[in-house]
């Protein structure tokens, strides 16, 4: 099997930034990490200076993703013989218990984490993860909830929690949840979608014309967020749908929706200009718009 | 009046100026590593972590309240300040003001900054002014009273003396000063040779209580909090948002990226 550095002609310095690039961006491609960093850490080992540290801890997540508990294993040790007794490889020894589902020796080790220093939010988050591995969600989202009253300040924390409770079908909360990461993050379009998104499945006239205003503030945020164009075109065409409505609301949304098809029909214009296959969709959609248009 | 203009020995400027520049800044870069091994860790308790971020997410309820819908922020200000049970209400820390006697850690903190500051910086002094006196060293650019003659022309007895040529010790007080921007070049901003800074920070550590004040930082809040309104930002966003065609450049280009580089 040919080593990475063969296959794209990069060298070990190349490899080393574009690990770094991945940490620095929280990437999640395990498979890459590991092919990369396998390769950097045997042949390169010498030359990496004191980066190696970081990049075992990379490579040892990343492996614990894909199985490879071996390389898992020999970052662990490698890492345990240069930092002993800190609490982050210890953070590490308990992620790779977490992945051989030895879930009790795991959880003892997070808690000697926690004795030693409470204020240690890696550890009580793991251990929720934990009874999120293990199913117990109601439990996961007590513990969480917990944790938030201490943490409240913890963004990944609030948006996992607003998961767990879209899971449960707790649609108010998790909009609670939602709204703490669209205060904290007011120029991020993706808060305001999935924002949107859970006021639409919440249903009912109110949350509809809220998920129809925050449709339209993620198009603001970033005119290419097609999930929100439709989204924006849904609500208002349920809003302009429902009998509940007087006449002039019903003809705003109306005027929405009608904006949004032209702008839909845009992009689909737009994406790939005419090939064949490209003619197919844009039929498609133009047929499932009308389809769904009040007159 | 015409100065008469002083010719110095070149070899004052190359056995004195320099010596003491390097002096200077060696005992400086010294001092910052000196100060990271004496660094002692300052352990916080939960109860000071949580009640930082609390402060943190109604300051932010106060600036980013206006992206959330009204319901929610009347929410979330009902449970900061309400009358009966509201956080910033109801919750009082046990402040205790840390004075220098009854708190062991301030007490070696302030030692130790003592002696890696002020104590090198008398004690070099000193030898500076004995080794390298009698002589004048510089001459400052700008013309200086005659008050300043005693403080900056220690060890040269000459009357007639003009006030702008200052002995070797105040060269080197200048380079204590002088060479911080220096340091911050080579040791990175937040280094421990860095003097001003030091005692800038003793002043002010003076003026304001420790950040364990909770209590009065939680009234400055839930007086900031009162005073807020809600103003909607998303009230007239579908006009704002229709008034023209959406930007869709660039939306499909044709390369994909493939593989890892």
């Given at each position: 099997m040919a080593s990475v550095s063969e296959m794209y002609d990069v060298t070990w310095e190349e490899m080393r930034d574009k690990l770094r690039k991945w940490r620095e961006d929280n990437h999640r491609n395990s498979e890459q990490i590991v092919d990369v960093g396998e390769e950097l850490i045997n042949e390169h080992a010498s030359k990496l200076g004191d980066d190696i540290w970081i990049i075992y801890e990379q490579v040892m997540i990343a492996a614990l993703d894909c199985s490879r508990d071996d390389l898992a294993w020999t970052c662990l040790q490698e890492l345990k013989r240069q930092f002993p007794g800190s609490q982050r490889v210890k953070r590490l020894a308990g992620m790779r218990l977490e992945a051989l589902e030895k879930y009790e020796d795991a959880n003892k080790q997070y808690d000697s984490i926690l004795q030693d220093d409470p204020t240690n939010t890696a550890a009580r988050k793991r251990k929720i993860s934990i009874l999120k591995a293990q199913g117990k969600s109601a439990e996961a989202i007590r513990e969480l909830n917990e944790y938030l009253e201490q943490f409240v300040g913890d963004q990944e924390a609030w948006h996992e929690l607003s998961e767990l409770y879209i899971n449960e079908h707790d649609y108010g909360k998790a909009a609670f949840c939602l709204e703490e990461l669209m205060m904290t993050n007011p120029h991020n379009h993706l808060y305001c979608e999935q924002y949107a998104e859970v006021k639409y499945t919440q249903g009912g006239l109110e949350n509809l014309e809220l998920s129809r205003k925050y449709f339209a503030q993620a198009l603001k945020l970033n005119n290419r967020n097609m999930r929100a164009l439709f989204g924006l075109y849904m609500s208002a065409s349920h809003i302009a749908a429902s009998p509940k409505v007087n006449a002039t609301v019903k003809k705003a949304n109306v005027k929405y929706a009608t904006w949004a098809t032209n702008q839909i029909n845009r992009a689909y214009q737009l994406?790939?200009?005419?090939t064949k296959e490209n003619k197919c969709s844009v039929k498609a959609v133009e047929e499932m718009l009308e389809s769904i248009t009040m007159s | 009046m015409a100065e008469p203009e002083l010719l110095l020995d070149s070899n004052i400027r190359l056995w004195v100026v320099l010596p003491i520049v390097f002096i200077t800044f060696l005992v400086g870069v010294i001092r910052h590593y000196v100060s990271i091994l004496l660094q002692s860790d300052k352990k916080l308790t939960l109860e000071q972590v949580s009640d930082s971020q609390v402060l943190i997410r109604s300051r932010i309820l106060r600036e980013n309240g206006k992206y959330i819908p009204k319901q929610s922020f009347l929410m979330r200000k009902f449970y900061f300040n309400n009358q009966e049970d509201g956080f910033f209400k109801n919750t009082k820390r046990k402040v205790v003001p840390p004075s220098p006697m009854t708190d062991p850690s301030m007490l070696t903190d302030m030692m130790k900054g003592n002696v890696t500051n002020v104590l090198p910086m008398i004690l070099i002094g000193g030898w500076i002014n004995w080794t390298f006196s009698g002589f004048v060293t510089t001459k400052v650019p700008f013309p200086l009273t005659l008050r300043f003659k005693p403080m900056l022309q220690q060890g040269i007895e000459l009357l007639s003396l003009d006030a702008s040529w200052v002995s070797s010790a105040s060269w080197y007080f200048l380079n204590v000063f002088g060479l911080r921007s220096m340091y911050s070049l080579i040791?990175?901003?937040?280094?421990?040779?860095?003097q001003s800074r030091i005692m800038q920070e003793q002043m002010s550590g003076a003026a304001m209580a420790m950040p364990a004040d909770t209590n009065k930082a939680f009234k400055a809040e839930w007086e900031a909090l009162e005073l807020t309104d809600h103003q909607w930002a998303l009230e007239n966003i579908e006009e704002e948002l229709m008034s023209r065609e959406l930007d869709l450049d660039g939306m499909f280009s044709k390369e994909l990226p493939m593989g890892i580089f």
């Open positions: 994406a790939g200009r005419g | 040791l990175g901003q937040d280094n421990g040779a860095d």
